[in-house]
C-alpha cells in the first residue's frame, strides 16, 4: 500500500497515523518545514496534533513532488487551499478529498474544484463526525466515503478501513461534501448558543433547524436526503455542535461571549472552515432561493453587522410556520 497524505494539520496527521496503524508505510506532505522535522525526528506534530506519539512508518517531506509513486493521495488541506494544492499534486492517483467547505470567489465544492485544478483524475470523498485527536488515539470512528464509481470506492474503503475506522460507502458526493461543509457554519452558531449562555433548548433547536438547513440546500444542489440525515451530515453536525472540542463551536462560543470575529479570527494557525464557508453558503443559497436563517444569522455576527440581542430577536421574529 502507498498512500500520500497532502496536508499535515490535524486531520492529516490523523489520518497518517491512522493508515500507518499495522506498519504500513505512509508519506506526509507538509507545508511547514518544522513539522517534517518533527514528524521525521520526534514523531510528533507539536505544531497542529500534540501529545500524540506518531508511528515510525509515518514518513514526512516537504516535497510534493515526492508523492509521485503513491497510488492514492489524501487531500487534507484547508479549503480555500485545495486548489492550489491539488493543482501541484502528482497527477494520475485517485484523490480522496477531506476538506470541508466551498470555495470562496467560485462558490464550488471541493470534488468540483479539483475536477478543475487535475482533470481526469479519480474523486472520491471522506467526511464524518471525526474529530482528529479521537482518531489519532485510535477511538472507534464511522466515516462516509463517498464516490460515483462504486469499484473504486470499494477498493479504496478496504485499504483505508481499520479496526476501529469504518467508511460506509455513498455514491453521493456532492451530498457527503454539503453535510460537511454545512455543519461547520452551524457549528458557529451553536458555540454562539453555548457562549451567550441560551440554554440547551436553543443548541437542540439550532441542530434541528439547522439541519432543516442543510437538508433543503443539500436538495437544491443535488444532494440525496439519506446522504445528509448520515454520517457526513446529521453525525457531523451533532459532533461539532456538541463540544469546544470543534474549533468552529469554539469560534462561536467566542462570538456569543462578545468577542470581535476579527480578533478571534486574527493570526490563528488552525483553520475554523465555517468563518470561510459562511458567506459563500449565504449567496449560493439566496441564488438557489433556499432559506437559511441560521446560516444568515452566523453570517451576521461573523461580519459584526448587527449585536447579538438583534440577531437572535430576528431569528426568534421570523414568521410561525410549519416544521
Ligand atoms: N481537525 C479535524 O478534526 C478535522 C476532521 C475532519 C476534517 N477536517 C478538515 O480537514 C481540513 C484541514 O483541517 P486540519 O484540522 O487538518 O487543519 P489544521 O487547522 O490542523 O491546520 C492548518 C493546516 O493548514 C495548512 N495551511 C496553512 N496555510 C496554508 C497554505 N497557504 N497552503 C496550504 N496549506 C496551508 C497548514 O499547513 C495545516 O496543514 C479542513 O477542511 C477541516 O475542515 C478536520
Ligand atoms: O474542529 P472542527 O469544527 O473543524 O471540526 C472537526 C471535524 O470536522 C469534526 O468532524
Known amino acids: 500500500m502507498k498512500a500520500g497524505i497532502i496536508g499535515a494539520g490535524a486531520w492529516g496527521t490523523a489520518l497518517a497515523q491512522t493508515l500507518a496503524a499495522g506498519g504500513q508505510h505512509v508519506r506526509l506532505w507538509a507545508l511547514e518545514p518544522e513539522v517534517v522535522e518533527a514528524v521525521n525526528n520526534d514523531r510528533q506534530n507539536p505544531l ?101 464509481d462504486a469499484d473504486l470506492a470499494a477498493k479504496i474503503a478496504a485499504r483505508i478501513a481499520r479496526p476501529a475506522f469504518r467508511p460506509y460507502l455513498s455514491d453521493d458526493v456532492v451530498g457527503a461534501e454539503i453535510g460537511g461543509a454545512v455543519k461547520n457554519v452551524l457549528a458557529i452558531a451553536c458555540g454562539v448558543a453555548e457562549g451567550a449562555g441560551l440554554g440547551l433548548n436553543a443548541r437542540a433547536s439550532l ?59 486574527a493570526n490563528r494557525r488552525t483553520v475554523a472552515e465555517g468563518a470561510f464557508t459562511a458567506p459563500v453558503l449565504r449567496e449560493a443559497a439566496r441564488a438557489a432561493r433556499v432559506e437559511m436563517p441560521v446560516v444568515e444569522a452566523v453570517c451576521a455576527l461573523l461580519e459584526d453587522a448587527a449585536p447579538l440581542a438583534q440577531v437572535m430577536d430576528a431569528l426568534l421574529a421570523r414568521p410561525l410556520r410549519a416544521e
Not at 78 to 104: D, F, N, T, Y
Open 207 to 265: 441542530i434541528s433547524r439547522g439541519f432543516a438547513e442543510m437538508t433543503r440546500f443539500g436538495l437544491a444542489r443535488g444532494a440525496r436526503a439519506e446522504t445528509l440525515a448520515g454520517l457526513s451530515g446529521l453525525g457531523d453536525l451533532v459532533l461539532t455542535c456538541s463540544s469546544t472540542d470543534s474549533r468552529n463551536f469554539s469560534l462561536g462560543k467566542g462570538l456569543g461571549e462578545g468577542r470581535a470575529a476579527r480578533d478571534l479570527l
Open 48 to 148: 497542529y496534533l500534540p501529545r500524540i506519539p506518531l508511528s515510525p512508518s509515518i514518513e514526512a517531506t516537504g516535497d510534493i513532488a515526492a508523492m509521485a509513486d503513491r497510488d492514492m493521495l489524501l487531500i487534507v488541506s484547508p479549503a480555500q487551499h485545495l486548489r492550489k494544492v491539488v493543482a501541484q499534486a502528482p497527477a494520475g492517483p485517485p484523490l480522496i478529498l477531506c476538506s470541508k467547505g466551498i470555495e470562496a470567489g467560485t462558490g464550488l465544492l471541493m470534488s468540483e474544484v479539483a475536477a478543475e485544478a487535475q482533470p481526469g483524475s479519480p474523486i472520491a470523498v471522506l467526511s464524518g463526525p471525526t474529530f482528529a485527536h479521537e482518531v489519532a488515539k485510535g477511538l472507534p470512528t464511522a466515516i462516509t466515503l463517498a464516490c460515483a
